[in-house]
């Protein structure tokens, strides 16, 4: 019984992980919502000539994100939807290519197959994980019940059609990789670089530590560089964009429409005996909490509305940083710290003209004893302009946010009482307290973000639309003058770039771009900010960069190769120096900036103490003879002298019995990273038209 209690409080568990698993890894071949909805209209794109269907990729979409949900527990944010779908329509692209060639290589796995891999000693990973003990072992007892459960039919329906998949993409890369493998050399010097440990003393020339006067550097040389190295200076074919941008932005329509839904909601909960917490649940953007907020954890508007409530009122709508938010004031309680509130005019002094500055202030404070308004002489007169603007306003603070003469005069001072100038190291200031406070408000809320509503996007939309239009008809600058639009121009991008500078990314505008020609102007097409519309305004092919463009870089490698130089012969002045002395510290009489040390218990692939990964000492380490001085060795960061005093011996018994774990791991990264490879390539070569962007806004 106890047994079957298990089984079943695993069961949920169970159910979730491999739905989500299916739905991950599920191929979209299963076209029965096309048959259903009988569309072939709404083509959103295609692949190798296949069409998919806006329902057939909107599907695709929501198991994506269902997915996503059971994964992490919560949805994808509206601001990283474009990214989620980019990411969906390049997993779509790679399954559709995929299924091709697993067609085209007739590769098929026989329910013999399947049921090895879910009945064998060593089920599928997705599968043992629910069934592992707090002592890290597999139930299989427990396995077994719940597989072979009734209740767990449909799921393990699911579950097999995860695992076929699984072994046809297996079956797809070991057709792919089959050439792929790992010599019994590469396994030994794996081994080596990673378990043979070494001690060495060395002495290091850092290329950085030579100065710029002491090699020789021409403008001859940097030209030199550049002819023979052209393939350094090579460019793909680039693009360049007109742009103009449509931002998605709130209008006050918005906001207006925000608050008067929460001063509806207010009303509502005034009459209403439901807890606030269920409205929150219901209308707020922000999960419902109970905090104890002190005035510095408050923006202004939110502390000025709470500090005149009285506990248990609806306080708001207030609009802040985060949006419109409604308060439910709860109680008032003691707060661990003070905080006041300030006003100040501040009159600037130095050493020269501090006497100047002193009268100035005091005839300030004499105009407010007289009766003036202190946020007018604040913005007429105060040298903090941050403030000043404010009539003087510094908000609330708290003990030690300010210069201890001022921070003194607010705390001891009286609440709208003015302060004779007050003397600090940024000059005189007239000090206004405006409130005081050692509470904390315990409050729950309801947040409502100021978003661009569903007018204010079509609006937008419509706009970017009218324009495209226009541009395509009357010209590009000449619309965009016409409608008040301001033109922009990109840099020059690649056909792979991940972003249109200054548009931002989209793969499918990128597309447009690289396959249409000058003059052309897009429709629109959705960016971070909003929408945007480009006309393509120039080509640039594939070529060498002129010297006059990359002569920084020029100068910048010419000047590292000829320091490595100078590096090494320095280095091999110092062997000379040091000659059979075996006295490293000899170096410093022929480069004061030599840096002599010891790397103990380092290993050839590891970090080398006040060095770091360097491929070139742990090599050469590894190899040299023992106690015997190197000749100068080419470093990442300059030359080395090192002579290597001991080195483990090349343990057999531990070779041998990681030798078979080692090749495993080897091979299957050079698996992946081969199929990989070779599916982007396919991709690369793929005929896949994008018309994502006429579907979603």
């Not at 020339?205 to 403008?219: F, H």
């Not at 793909?236 to 007109?242: E, G, L, P, T």
């Not at 009285?310 to 661990?336: H, M, R, S």
């Amino acid at each position: 019984m106890g047994m079957m209690t298990k089984m079943r409080s695993l069961a949920p568990w169970f159910i979730i992980t491999v739905g989500g698993l299916f739905v991950l890894f599920m191929v979209l071949s299963d076209s029965k919502v096309t048959q259903l909805l009988g569309q072939r209209s709404n083509v959103i794109g295609s692949i190798d000539g296949e069409d998919i269907t806006y329902q057939q990729f909107a599907s695709y979409l929501e198991r994506a994100l269902e997915n996503q949900r059971q994964q992490t527990g919560r949805d994808i944010d509206e601001s990283q939807m474009d990214a989620f779908r980019e990411q969906v329509w390049d997993l779509l692209i790679g399954q559709k290519i995929l299924e091709s060639k697993i067609r085209e290589y007739n590769i098929t796995i026989s329910d013999d197959e399947i049921r090895e891999a879910i009945l064998g000693p060593n089920p599928p990973a997705f599968l043992k994980q629910n069934f592992i003990d707090s002592t890290g072992q597999f139930n299989r007892a427990l396995y077994d019940q719940a597989i072979m459960d009734p209740r767990n039919r449909d799921i393990m329906i699911q579950a097999e059609a995860l695992v076929r998949d699984q072994k046809v993409r297996e079956k797809m890369q070991s057709y792919v990789s089959a050439a792929v493998f790992v010599s019994e050399n590469e396994l030994q010097r794996s081994f080596m670089e990673k378990n043979i440990k070494m001690n060495a003393d060395y002495v290091f020339i850092d290329v950085n530590q030579i100065k710029n006067e002491d090699v020789n550097l021409t403008e001859d040389m940097y030209k030199k560089y550049y002819d023979e190295n052209p393939q350094k200076f090579k460019v793909d074919a680039q693009r360049k964009v007109k742009y103009v941008l449509f931002r998605k932005e709130p209008s006050k329509y918005d906001s207006t429409g925000i608050k008067n839904n929460l001063l509806a909601l207010a009303a509502d909960l005034k009459a209403d005996s439901s807890s606030f917490k269920t409205y929150v649940d219901i209308y707020s953007d922000i999960p419902w909490s109970r905090d104890t907020l002190t005035f510095d954890l408050l923006d202004d508007a939110s502390k000025d509305a709470l500090s005149k409530a009285e506990e248990n009122d609806l306080v708001g709508p207030v609009l802040t940083p985060q949006g419109y938010i409604l308060y439910k004031f709860n109680e008032k309680v003691k707060a661990d710290k003070e905080l006041v509130r300030a006003s100040h005019i501040l009159i600037k002094s130095t050493p020269e003209t501090d006497d100047e500055a002193k009268d100035k202030a005091n005839k300030l404070y004499n105009q407010l004893k007289a009766g003036s308004d202190f946020a007018t002489l604040a913005k007429e007169n105060s040298e903090d302009p941050g403030s000043g603007m404010k009539g003087g306003d510094l908000g609330w603070f708290g003990k030690g946010q300010m210069v201890k003469e001022f921070e003194n005069a607010c705390f001891r001072g009286k609440i709208d009482v003015v302060q004779k100038p007050v003397k600090t190291s940024y000059g005189y200031h007239i000090i206004k307290v405006t409130g005081k406070s050692k509470s904390a408000y315990v409050v729950e809320k309801i947040t409502n973000k100021i978003v661009p509503s569903a007018t204010t996007v079509d609006k937008l939309y419509n706009k970017a639309k009218d324009f495209s239009y226009l541009a395509d008809n009357n010209g590009f600058d000449a619309a965009a003058e016409e409608m008040g639009l301001k033109v922009l121009e990109s840099r020059p991008f690649k056909e792979d770039a991940t972003n249109i500078p200054g548009v931002g990314a989209n793969s499918s505008l990128r597309n447009f771009v690289f396959q249409n020609s000058v003059g052309t102007v897009s429709d629109v097409y959705r960016v971070a900010v909003g929408y945007t519309v480009v006309e393509i305004a120039e080509k640039l092919p594939a070529g060498t960069r002129p010297y006059e463009d990359i002569k920084a870089m020029a100068v910048n490698n010419v000047n590292r190769e000829v320091k490595m130089e100078k590096a090494l012969s320095i280095a091999a002045d110092i062997k000379t120096k040091i000659g059979d002395s075996g006295d490293l510290e000899k170096a410093k009489e022929v480069f004061a900036e030599a840096k002599v040390a010891t790397a103990t218990g380092f290993t050839a692939s590891g970090n080398i103490s006040g060095i770091g990964v360097d491929n070139a000492f742990g090599d050469f380490a590894l190899n040299a003879e023992l106690n015997k001085l190197s000749e100068p060795v080419h470093g990442k960061r300059g030359a080395f002298l090192i002579n290597v005093t001991s080195r483990t011996a090349f343990d057999t018994t531990s070779y041998n019995l990681q030798k078979n774990l080692t090749r495993n791991q080897i091979l299957q990264q050079r698996k992946n990273k081969f199929f990989n490879e070779w599916l982007e390539s396919l991709k690369e070569d793929a005929d896949i038209e994008d018309n994502r962007h006429m579907f979603y806004r």
